[in-house]
C-alpha cells in the first residue's frame, strides 16, 4: 500500500513571496489533514478535509493561507504572502473515516522563509 | 491554549531500561488517545492508541497507562533499544479533531 505522499520535500522563499505544497493521500481515505510543526512542537492541525467538503479550519490563517482538495482526492496547501513565522514543516496525513482513528502521515516539507 | 501538556521534554535512558513519557490534557470529552512516533526526517507514525474504557493497553515493548480521573496517560517503553531513539508526541481527539502534545526526545544509549 503507498503511503501519503508529499512535495516538494523542502522549499526556501523570501518573505512576502508565496508558495504552495501538495498532498496524495493513501488510495480511498476519505479524511485528508494538513499540520504546521514548527520546530520543538507538536504538529498543529490547519485544516480537516472530509472527501472534498471542510471539516475544520479554525486553526487557519485565512488573511494568507488557503487549501483546497478537488474532486476529494489530492490536494493543495498555500501560503501567501509567507512570513518568517511560516518557517516549518507542513504534515499532511490521511485517514479512512475522520473518527479518532490511526492517521497516516507523509514525511512532510520543510519550508524555510528567509 | 494547550489542553495536551507532555514531559519531559527529552529523556536519555540505558539500553535495557524503561522509558517513561507523560501527558495530561484538560478537555473532559477527549475520547482517544494515541501516542505517535517520529524519527528526523519523517512523519510521525502511530505506535499505540488506547480509548478511556481500559485502563492499560500493551503492545510488545510498548504499554500506554490511562487514568481517567486524573486525565493522564502515559507511555512506557520497555528494555528501551537504541532504535527506540526518537521523538514521541501524546495526542488526544475529540469527534475526530486532535490536539498534540509538544513532544519528548529520547535517547538511548548502548
Known amino acids: 500500500e503507498a503511503g501519503v505522499a508529499q512535495s516538494p520535500r523542502y522549499k526556501i522563499i523570501e518573505k512576502r513571496q508565496s508558495v504552495a505544497f501538495w498532498c496524495n493521500p493513501i488510495?480511498?481515505?476519505?479524511?485528508l489533514y494538513w499540520y504546521q510543526q514548527i520546530l520543538g512542537q507538536g504538529p498543529k492541525l490547519l485544516i480537516q478535509?472530509?472527501?472534498?467538503?471542510?471539516?475544520?479550519d479554525s486553526q487557519l490563517p485565512k488573511d494568507r493561507f488557503s487549501a483546497e482538495r478537488l474532486k476529494g482526492v489530492d490536494s493543495t496547501l498555500k501560503i501567501q504572502p509567507a512570513k518568517l513565522e511560516d518557517s516549518a514543516v507542513y504534515l499532511c496525513a490521511s485517514s479512512n473515516r475522520g473518527y479518532n482513528e490511526k492517521l497516516f502521515f507523509g514525511s512532510g516539507t520543510q519550508l524555510s522563509v528567509l | 491554549q494547550q489542553q495536551v501538556k507532555q514531559s519531559p521534554q527529552s529523556l536519555i535512558v540505558q539500553k535495557g531500561g524503561i522509558s517513561i513519557i507523560n501527558c495530561a490534557y484538560e478537555?473532559?470529552?477527549?475520547?482517544?488517545f494515541p501516542w505517535y512516533q517520529q524519527f528526523p526526517g519523517k512523519g510521525p507514525a502511530l505506535l499505540i492508541a488506547?480509548?478511556?474504557?481500559?485502563s492499560e493497553k500493551k503492545e510488545g515493548r510498548f504499554t500506554i497507562s490511562f487514568n481517567k480521573s486524573a486525565k493522564q496517560f502515559s507511555l512506557h517503553i520497555m528494555d528501551s533499544q537504541p532504535g527506540d531513539s526518537a521523538t514521541y508526541f501524546c495526542?488526544?481527539?475529540?469527534?475526530?479533531?486532535?490536539?498534540f502534545g509538544d513532544g519528548t526526545t529520547l535517547t538511548v544509549k548502548p
Open positions: 478535509f472530509q472527501n472534498n467538503g471542510v471539516v475544520d
Open positions: 488510495s480511498g481515505h476519505a479524511t
Open positions: 488506547i480509548r478511556p474504557d481500559v
Open positions: 495526542a488526544a481527539f475529540s469527534a475526530g479533531k486532535s490536539t
Open positions: 478537555n473532559t470529552a477527549f475520547d482517544y
